[in-house]
């Protein structure tokens, strides 16, 4: 702002007749009014505007000579505006610009060459203040735009991180419930069969305590893999590969054990399936066969699985007089849910109408894609 005075004080040294002399009190009246209101700028940045501009068309009438000097704070004022506010500031800045031009054009007489370029200087200043205010408004939109592409990127970048570590901890904790209920579900089954027949059937009871060990035994080397694999470092992945149906003869007959009967059937050709949908066929048959040996009331199974051209089709049902669903909040069931949406299947479960419950999914036999694009064809174990 003393920048300011200054300068509309050296604009009053400069009389109309071209010669120099003192600043007279209308000089200091000008540049008084015009500063004064400066400071209003950032909060009024159009009154400010106005004002300044109302000071300079008074300069003529005055008997001071017009020059960019004299106007410097209606310059700062166009500055101000453009840079703070959105395109309405060029039409004032344009308005100032015209009223100095009128103003400082002389009504009579002949220009010279001079007098021209002074005009043209007053007019001109304004708007060469507003397009490098106008200018600098760009460039802050841009950094401003170019922070708010980088914090949505940081937050992009944390949920993800959020969503991929809920997801392994959700797998991780379907891992776990399968291979322990299904193990501690043979488990107690075997122990319970020796302590029936611990006084009348010796031989049996040593039968099925070995068994048990057999069992617990699986049980520890499973829990043993899936600890050290969670302890690896990297995308390590274990060395032992995920089951799948080639391994379905080996569970149907722990549960067989166990003493629950299993009936396999096939129908259709069988074929290989892509390793997260040979692994999800195989979790949802073990979890569903445990349910039945906790839950069904009955010592009959019937797996059946029917091949077509672009899915399987796997049920698992009993005859049982029991609720195969566990008790809240049934983590078997929700899994067997979360397994079979997750390669782009799905799956029903309900109480069958001739009595017992049954499991099936409908599972696709091809690679597929499912949400986020991402091929079914991998799911770590």
Known sequence: MAMAFAFCLLGGVVRMDGTLSPPPAAAYSIAVVSCAVLPLRHRAPLATMAATTA????????????????????????????????????????????????????????????????????????????????????RRA???????????????????????????????????????????????????????????????????????????????????????????????GSDEPAPGLARLPVLVESFRRAGLEVAVDHEGTARPLPPGVDLTAYRIIQEALTNVTKHAGTGNARVRLAWRCDRVTITVADDGTGATTEPAPGYGLIGMRERATAVGGHLAAGRRPEGGFQVSTQLPAKATKVAGGVPNTVDAS
Do not use: C
């Not at 410097?72 to 309405?88: D, E, H, Q």
């Not at 959020?162 to 959700?170: H, K, N, Q």
């Not at 010796?202 to 057999?214: C, F, G, N, V």
């Open 55 to 138: 000071a300079g068309v008074l300069v003529p009438f005055l008997g001071l000579l017009l020059s960019p000097l004299i106007v410097a704070p209606a310059v700062i004022a166009a500055y101000s505006l453009t840079a703070r506010t959105g395109r309405r500031a060029a039409s004032a800045v344009v308005l100032t610009s015209v009223a100095l031009l009128v103003a400082s054009t002389p009504l009579l007489g002949a220009l010279s060459w001079q007098d021209a370029s002074r005009i043209a200087a007053v007019a001109a200043f304004p708007l060469m203040a507003g397009v490098v205010g106008h200018s600098v408004q760009d």
């Open 142 to 236: 841009y950094l401003a735009a170019v922070e708010e592409r980088a914090v949505r990127a940081e937050q992009s970048r944390d949920g993800e991180v959020r969503r991929r570590v809920a997801e392994e901890r959700l797998r991780i904790a379907r891992e776990l419930h399968d291979l322990v209920a299904h193990q501690i579900t043979l488990a107690n089954a075997q122990a319970t069969v020796a302590a029936h027949l611990f006084d009348t059937r010796p031989e049996q009871t040593r039968k099925s305590l070995d068994e048990l060990i057999e069992t617990t035994g699986d049980a520890l080397d499973g829990l043993r893999a899936t600890v050290g694999l969670l302890r690896q470092s990297g995308d390590a």
